[in-house]
């Protein structure tokens, strides 16, 4: 027997109604069919970083992107092969595959007439492509999920039988099994496998068909599936309501379809994007914001993490950079770095031991995460966590490549009136860190008077390069995009340091 046969046995043997469902699912749509499949793909960005967000798109799939003049929102074309490698993009947020576009929708003069040409839109899209990518996505999330509670399975019993040898090679089996899971699951990359491991599963599948008959068929009798349409619409010059043109147009969704509405528990999310002349029809891949990927431990300011790579992005960070976060919080921009750019070093600190505790946490996390995935061991992150004060960094001069930070905006940590004395310490004490001529900073904050006016006192050791104004939370936020001078940093005098730390703006 090979490897893979027996790995194969071991992991049906832990849960074969889980390979049953995934036969089942994926070939509702035939691999024949499916592979010359091309859809578009829209996404969810930060606002402000569509471009960081195309360029991504570009570098890791290989496919044009359009940004959308709606802000917030990218769209690309893909083959359905590559919608395992979508969702790992890291700058967007949700993602949804695009029934239609309708570049110049002619609205009507009245409400009725507009609400009217919107349940005709129902029966008249394309819907077939678009649903079996949908097809393909769910059952790519369910056993996401149904392997992640496997893990948390595994691990509880772990911890339930105490720790000895024994349980170690257990560790190690369970590992194993997990990370040919992963292939197994991944099959959009690799289809060989895919079909390899298929063969045998179906195989293994038939001779256990008794046993497992009334599972069965609970998954070939069909399912009313339940839906709900969400309207994002943004223009002066619409007579209707979003709640409106969502529930008129979902009415005749439910009609076309026969499907159950439901607000809350649904299968199907339909998207209804309206922006001024343009309507955009689509439905959604992501149930919850992929942002939330790496954190598990969240402070009252987290950043979130297609942010946090979307600041790392703009310094380009290269091989053996020291990246340093000063007020990392829960540690989201240097856990993000760590992820991506795993042949630099990152550097996560903060004065207060709450926020110092809560990163290492979500480092921890991340390890543990990792090791499932690799289903080995690992020898740990590129990352550290310390507690340090961001005026008085235990940290060499000249010897940092980039910092990137989420500066505390005066709202929910700190005050406005801190800020007036925080900011020009802080730039100072990094720009004593970063290196001249090559060292580059980017910093978020919503207290752009305040930073603006600490930063025009050090044009000699900092210059602003680019400014990308973002919406953090409701808040007009800005980060900037700094490059330390050539001119080498000298240590201030006494009454100059003093001066410095209580700058204020009259």
């Known amino acids: 027997m090979s490897d893979v046969q027996e790995a194969t046995n071991q992991l049906l043997h832990v849960n074969l109604h889980e390979n049953q469902r995934y036969i089942h699912v994926t070939e509702s749509v035939p691999r024949s069919e499916s592979e010359h499949l091309r859809v ?84 008249k899209l394309p819907w077939s492509d678009p649903l079996k990518v949908w097809k393909i996505n769910t059952s790519f999330k369910k056993k996401k999920t149904k392997r992640k509670k496997l893990n948390q399975n595994l691990s509880k019993e772990k911890i339930d039988n105490g720790g000895d040898k024994g349980d170690e090679r257990d560790v190690k089996k369970e590992l194993s099994n997990n990370a040919l899971d992963s292939h197994i699951l991944d099959y959009y990359e690799k289809p060989a496998i895919k079909e390899e491991i298929s063969t045998l599963v179906g195989d293994i599948l038939a001779s256990c068909k008794n046993e497992n008959d009334e599972s ?62 343009e309507v955009i029809v689509g439905i959604a891949l992501t149930e919850e914001s992929l942002h939330r990927r790496n954190i598990t431990h969240f402070g009252p300011t987290t950043l979130r993490s297609t942010l946090a790579y979307g600041m790392l992005r703009l310094c380009a960070p290269q091989p053996s950079d020291i990246i340093v976060d000063p007020m990392c919080g829960t540690g ?82 700190g005050s406005k009136k801190r800020n007036w004395n925080l900011y020009p310490a802080c730039l100072w004490e990094m720009s004593r860190i970063c290196k001249p001529g090559t060292g580059r900073a980017a910093l978020l904050t919503q207290d752009k008077k305040c930073f603006t006016k600490a930063l025009s006192g050090m044009e000699h050791v900092w210059r602003k390069v680019h400014t990308v104004w973002v919406n953090i939370g409701g808040l007009h936020a800005a980060v900037y995009l700094l490059n330390r001078t050539p001119q ?19």
């Open 216 to 277: 069965s068929k609970e998954d070939t009798e069909p399912e009313v599936l339940k839906f709900r349409v969400t309207c994002n619409r943004a223009g002066e010059k619409h007579c209707f309501s979003s709640n409106e043109a969502a529930r008129d147009f979902g009415g005749a969704v439910q009609d076309y379809f026969k499907w159950k509405a439901d607000m809350t528990n649904f299968d199907v999310e339909v998207l209804l994007n309206i922006h001024d002349n």
């Open 332 to 413: 989201a921009i240097p856990i993000e770095g760590a992820t991506e750019w795993s042949n630099c070093f990152h550097i996560a600190g903060d004065n207060n031991p709450l926020a110092v505790n809560r990163a290492a946490n979500n480092i921890s996390s991340l390890l543990t995460k990792s090791q499932i995935k690799e289903g080995k061991l690992s020898w740990g992150l590129p990352i550290d966590a310390i507690q340090w004060d961001i005026c008085n960094l235990p940290l060499r001069t000249g010897s940092v490549d980039i910092i990137v930070t989420d500066m505390p905006f005066g709202k929910r940590m």
């Open 488 to 506: 080498a940093f000298v240590h201030p005098s006494g009454q100059d340091k003093e001066e410095l730390l209580s700058a204020k703006n009259d």
């Open 40 to 123: 578009t793909i829209g996404a969810t960005v930060p606002t402000g970083f569509e471009q960081v967000a195309a360029d991504e798109v570009r570098e890791k799939l290989r496919s044009s992107c359009k940004i959308s003049k709606d802000r917030g929102k990218i769209y690309f074309d893909i083959s359905v092969e590559s919608l395992a490698q979508v969702h790992r993009l890291r700058s967007v947020d949700n993602l949804f595959v695009v029934v239609q576009e309708l570049k110049d929708f002619q609205f009507k003069e009245t409400k009725e007439k507009v609400l009217k040409d919107f349940e005709e839109l129902a029966g």
